[in-house]
């Protein structure tokens, strides 16, 4: 039988507690974009995703888990991640060791706390049954830091491919079930039973929503930490109001149509949504601090790329999961800027990105004051 987890809760002071570790490590993540190779980039998108999986796992644990959440398995996991984030500036250099090895502890330690709590997660597989594992073990024997990062970026595929595609496959989770019991009859252990459950969807969101303000967070930190190194002129200022207008919009848009404690959209779904929105508005948070130290010269290529290209990337996922077909017209804005900015000061290419969320804030607005009507 599946428990249904339909009572509200909501995050522990321990939860909001281990959220510190990621607020580090998005600073971390964001370091690496400061001088970007191909190579950086590449280490920011596959570290940000297995940082992400861990804070996934843990949540995870703790929403299914809920009362049974072990404060010992919850402090692990952060010193774990801690591990994780301080490895980050040498991911793929002299630390890559420590960060694959905290990986795969954090990992373990997710999942064994769901084993423990006698519940097996049927929404979202990669918490209890990582799919992809076997490359970060096999990285440890590669010496070359491109290699070694494809096979990191090969796992993290495969542990999202099999959460997605997996689902709520009640076979699958009764067969899993069966190969504990038959270790635990092996080992001469008395075997655990085990209750099919879903996460608690009110939580759940709160938890991403969580995530989402630590992002914003860092975000409004780059801002106004670039702004206040830079001599002020009329193109500073014009990069601060507008990037921070830009904030407000994605801050109104996150939580008014997209991940709050009413979204009840499957955690499979839902969840890798999530993680392609914090990234992208990380990556907009790293290009308005640019962007405040370029006002009056072009964005480079590289930063103005990943800053237009992140935002249309955000505001595309919105407009298809509301289902808003036109707004999709709104992101020539930005592709254009992302091909053609070079032409233009950073000052203008803010504005115009900050114009384009405001068209969608002001759709939004019109729409649900026409459903009231």
């Known amino acids: 039988m599946t428990e249904q987890m339909t009572s509200d809760r909501h995050a522990t002071w321990l939860e909001l507690f281990f959220d510190l570790v990621v607020v580090a490590a998005v600073a971390q993540l964001t370091h690496l974009l400061v001088h970007p190779s191909g190579l950086h980039v590449a280490a920011f998108f596959t570290l940000y995703t297995a940082i992400w999986l861990v804070w996934t796992s ?74 992809g594992l076997l490359p970060w073990i096999l990285a440890f024997w590669v010496d070359d830091p491109r290699w070694k990062l494809a096979l990191w970026a090969l796992g993290v595929a495969m542990t999202l491919a099999g959460a997605v595609l997996v689902g709520d496959d009640e076979d699958r989770m009764q067969e899993f079930q069966d190969r504990l ?58 990069i601060g109001l507008a990037g921070f207008g830009l904030l407000i919009g994605l801050w109104w848009l996150n939580f008014r149509y997209g991940f709050d404690e009413e979204n009840q959209t499957a955690p499979r779904f839902l969840l890798p949504a999530h993680l392609v929105v914090a990234m992208s508005v990380t990556l907009v ?17 590289l930063h103005r790329w990943l800053l237009c290209s992140a935002l249309a990337v955000c505001l595309g996922l919105c ?52 459903s009231r009507a």
């Open 319 to 370: 407009a298809l999961a509301n289902r808003a077909w036109w707004l999709l017209a709104v992101l020539a804005a930005p592709i254009a800027l992302a091909a053609f900015g070079s032409l233009f000061a950073a000052v203008y290419t803010v504005l115009v990105l900050a114009a384009s969320v405001g068209a969608f804030a002001l759709y939004f607005l019109r729409r649900t004051a026409t």
């Open 58 to 131: 843990f949540t995870v644990y703790a929403n299914v888990a809920s009362e049974r959440t072990r404060t010992r398995t919850m402090l692990l996991g952060m010193v774990g991640l801690a591990a994780m984030a301080a490895a980050v500036p040498e991911a793929t250099g002299a630390h890559s060791a420590v960060f694959a090895a905290a990986y795969l502890y954090t990992t373990g330690i997710a999942s064994q706390g769901l084993t423990r709590s006698g519940r097996m997660v049927m929404s979202w597989s990669a918490a209890q049954r990582n799919a």
């Open 285 to 301: 948070a790293f290009g308005l601090g640019a962007a405040a130290e370029h006002a009056t010269a072009p964005l480079p290529d």
């Open 181 to 238: 019991r038959e270790r635990a009859e092996r080992s001469r252990r008395p075997a655990q039973d085990f209750e099919l459950s879903d996460v608690q969807g009110s939580h759940l969101g709160e938890r991403l929503g969580l995530f989402i303000m630590i992002v914003l967070g860092e975000a409004v930190l780059q801002l106004v930490t670039a702004i206040g190194e830079v001599e002020w002129g009329r193109s500073q200022v014009g």
